[in-house]
Every structure is written in structure tokens, then in C-alpha cells.
């Protein structure tokens, strides 16, 4: 039999307090799929890259008119495009319920879009960087800008 008492009682934590927040496991989630999305998409790059040069001299010739750097360079920038174009497209949202052909047709608009913003990124960049290629002969910077 409890005593009753007047005495303060010490803290027992409720399970309600011990549950982590709910907004916690999302944003794990979130950023997981964003590391595996970036992961696949700089695999897939090298892997071209490194493909497309043991097999193509006209690639090789291509390549080596542009500094690691601007490759670096456009790299983190179709990174930071497709995270935000995935972003923005709603892909890292779950929704309970949605079909997969309406998952499928928003990752197929992501990546379209994404794409096209690389283009224009890939386009631009011999202009923002052409600090970079006054070191190049006059045929080279040509060659670089088309």
C-alpha cells in the first residue's frame, strides 16, 4: 500500500517527451535521398567522363581544352541544380497515396528540367570564367567558347 505523502515526488520523463520531434526522421530521410541523388549524379558524370576519354579521340580533344577546374567547377554546379531542381519539383516530399506513374512523370520533369539548366550552366561558363582563357592560344579560346 502507497503512503500517501506531501512530499515532492521526483521527475519521471513521460514517453511522450522521450519520442524524438517528428520533423527529426523526415529531415534524415530528406537528406539522405539528397546525398544518394548527388552520389548518382557524380558517378554517373566520372563515369562518362572517364568512359568517353578511353574511347573517343574527338572527346579527348574536347577535354583538354578545358582546365579541372571549369570541371570542378560545372560538377558542383549540376549538383546544386539538381538538388534544388528535385527540391522544387516536390520529389523529396512523401505523400502518402501517389501513383507511380505521377512519380515517375515528376522525376522525368525534374531531371528534363535540370538537364536544361546544365546546358545553359555549360554554355555560360567558358563567359564566366574567361579569365581562364587568356593562358589559351587564340585557336583554343575559339574552340572553347563554341
Known sequence: MAA???ARQPHVESAST???RPWVPRLLLTLGLMGCDTLAINAAC???YTWGLRNSADLQAQFN???PSTARVFLLLLN???VITFVTSGLYTLKRG????DEAFKVAVAISLGLFSAYIVNA???VLFSNNLDDLPLEQQILALT
Open 4 to 6: 500517501i505523502s506531501s
Open 18 to 20: 522521450m519520442r524524438p
Open 65 to 67: 581544352i578545358s582546365l
Open 46 to 48: 566520372i563515369g562518362v
Open 124 to 126: 555560360l561558363l567558358p
Open 80 to 82: 546544386l541544380i539538381f
Open 98 to 101: 501517389a501513383s507511380r506513374v
